[in-house]
């Protein structure tokens, strides 16, 4: 195969999840051609400062200040790699409200995330030292790069991961029920 054939098979694969590649070719590894994709994108991706928080791939890890709050966050098909301007911008209010609190109430928040996505807005959170974040998408492959990211940061024991389908069907929910009932 050529280098340009394997390029367009890689930018199908990225877009269509390789949904669209698996059903036209039949004698190419395709996970290993959408795993170069990805990392071929990712390596394109800077480290994106906003305030104290820098949010970077793990390519850039060794580049991140020691006095920065790091996010290291593997995209993969989920939506959040911290370079869209909204998501700047919540980090940025995000750092601003949780140190407005007093010890004692910053000690006792709770915090929902929805529309999770790779997680970045909850591992912040759980960075600025809120012990309970819970994250929500109704994207399974959210939750599955969520839960990497999550892991990635060391803070599997502040953030929980919940998915529901558009469908209904739930998938990983760890108490919501409790959760959603001590609201207030």
Request: charged share 25%; net charge positive.
């Amino acid at each position: 195969m050529s280098k340009l054939d394997e390029t367009a098979l890689q930018k199908i694969a990225l877009v269509t999840g390789g949904r669209y590649v698996r059903s036209v070719t039949g004698d190419v590894d395709l996970e290993a051609v959408y795993q170069q994709g990805i990392k071929a994108s990712l390596e394109d991706l800077v480290p994106v400062p906003a305030g104290r928080f820098v949010v970077h791939g793990s390519h850039d890890r060794d580049r991140v200040a020691p006095n920065k709050l790091a996010i290291e966050i593997e995209a993969a098909l989920a939506f959040g790699t911290g370079h869209h301007g909204t998501t700047r911008g919540c980090l940025l209010a995000l750092d601003r409200l949780v140190k407005q609190q007093s010890s004692r109430r910053q000690a006792n928040l709770r915090v929902l995330d929805v529309g999770t996505g790779t997680g970045v807005l909850a591992i912040a959170l759980a960075k600025l030292g809120v012990k309970r974040v819970v994250a929500l998408d109704v994207d399974p492959q959210a939750i599955t790069a969520a839960r990497g990211n999550v892991r990635r940061n060391a803070l599997g024991g502040r953030v929980r991961l919940a998915c529901e389908s558009e469908d209904g069907q739930q998938h990983e929910l760890f108490e919501f029920a409790q959760v959603k009932g001590r609201a207030g």
